[in-house]
C-alpha cells in the first residue's frame, strides 16, 4: 500500500444529539466516538491523522491530545471547506488521503484496508465508499452513467424525485489521490440548497476534468453507520458490543449471555474464562485465563489472574492475583492488591490496601490503608479504623496474624506476625508478635439479677 495520510472531519456541532457535548465526544464502547475512528485510521496504516475540529474544538482537542494532529475550522461551510483546512498541513503529501468522518465509530481498520486497496486497484483520483441501504434518506445519493461509472453525488436536500429513488449512499468515507485533491477542493462552490462547500462535489469535478472516479460498495452497512442522534447512540453501542463479545468468543471465552454482557473495547480477556450475565467490564480491564466472573460484576481498569471467581462484585483501579476469591456484595476500591489465592467474602470492602497470599476476609469488614501478611484471618466484622476526621493512617499487619471478631484497629497501628486479637477488641497500642491482645471490659456476671430487678 503507498502512503496512507488520514483526515477525520469532526467540526460539525451534532444539533440533533440535545447536548453541550461536542457530538464526536460522545461515548461509545466507552470511548468517545472518535477515539475509534481515529484508532481504526492508525490501525490501518495511516502514518498521519489530521482531525478538523471546530465546534467544542478546544474540549476536543484535550480530549484526542497526542493521539491525532489538529487543524481549526472556524466557520462550518461544508465537508469541502472542511477538508480544504488541512491544505497547510498536507500539501506535498503523497499517495492516498482517506476521508472520514468523526462521527462514524464504527468504522473498522479492515474496511479502510480494503477501501484503499481498492481505490489503488482501479487507479482513481478519488473512490468513494457505497452502502445501499433500505432506507436512503438523509444521504447523499450515489448517480452512476449508464456504464455504471460515478457520476456524481447528490445531496438528499438537492435531489431531484428521481434522484431520490437512488439507495445507493455516500458513506461519507473517500480515498483521494494526495495530489489531486486540493486542486479539486479549490473548484468546490456554495452553489447549492445549503449553501456549503459540499466534498462529494470534487468526484464531479474530478471526473469532469478526465480523471478516473470510482465507487466501491460494502455490505457491511453497520460499519459506515453515522450517529446523528442518541437514538443511533444505542444502536451504534449495541453493535460495538456485539463485535466485542464475538471477539472474545472466537477467542475462547465464554459468555453466557452476550446480550447482558457489556464489555469495553480496549478489555482483554484471557482463554476458559467464563463471563456470567449482567457484567461491565470496562476500561483497561484485563482478566487471566480460566476465571469465572459474574453474575452482576462492574470491573473498570481491574488487572486480574489466572483462576480467579468473583459474582455480585465491583472492583476498580487495582489489582488481584490467581486464585482469588471475591464475593458477593464486595467492593474492593483503588490501589488495592489482592495477593494470591486471598478470599473476600460478603459484605467486604477493600481500599488501598496491599493483602497477602492466602489471607482471608470472609465477612462484613473494612479494610482501608492496610498492609496485610500472608494466611491472616480476619474474623467476621474487623474493621480497620484508618482515618480521624483529618488525616488517614495506615495499619499493619504481620504474617499468620488471627484478628477476632468484631474488632477495630485504630490506625496507626501494628499487628505483628502470629499475634492474636480477642474478639470484640479495640486495639490502639502495637501488638507485638505471637502476643494475644484482649482490649475490651471484662465480663461482669450479676447474680440473681432478674430476682433483685422486680
Ligand atoms: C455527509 C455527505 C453525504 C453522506 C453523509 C454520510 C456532504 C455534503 N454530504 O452528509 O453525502 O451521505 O455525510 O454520513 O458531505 N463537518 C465538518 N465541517 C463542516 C461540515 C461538516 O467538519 O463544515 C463534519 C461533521 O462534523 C461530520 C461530517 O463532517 O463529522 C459530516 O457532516 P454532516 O453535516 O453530518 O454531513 P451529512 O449531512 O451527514
Ligand atoms: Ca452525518
Redesign the pocket.
Known sequence: MSDLTAV???????TRMKSTLP??LHKVGGKPMLMHVVAAATKAGAKRTVT????GGEEVEKALAGKTEFVR?H????????VLQTESLLKGEKGTVIVL????PLVTADLIKKLCAEHEKAGAKATVLTAILPDPA????IVRNADGTVAK?V??KDATEEELKINE?????YCFAADALFDALHKVTADNA?G??????TLKILREAGEKVWAATTDDADA?M?I?SRRQLAEAEKVLRRRKNNELMDEGVTIIDPDTTFIEADVKIGKDTIIRPFTYIEGTTVIGENCDIGPNCRLQNMKIGNNVTGQFTYAHDAVVDDGVVLGQFVHIRPDSHLMEKVKIGNFVEVKNSVVGVGSKLPHLSYIGDTDMGQNVNMGCGTITVNYDGKTKFRTKIGDNAFIGCNSNLVAPVAVADNAYVGAGSTITKDVPADNLAVARARQVNIDHWKDKRK
Open positions: 477525520i472531519l469532526a467540526a460539525g456541532k451534532g457530538k464526536v478538523v475540529t471546530g465546534f475550522q466557520e462550518q461551510l461544508g465537508t469541502g471547506h472542511a468522518c468523526g462521527d462514524t438523509g444521504y447523499g445519493r453525488i445531496e438528499h449512499v455516500n458513506s461519507g468515507i445549503q456549503e462547500y459540499y466534498l462529494p462535489d459506515t453515522g446523528n
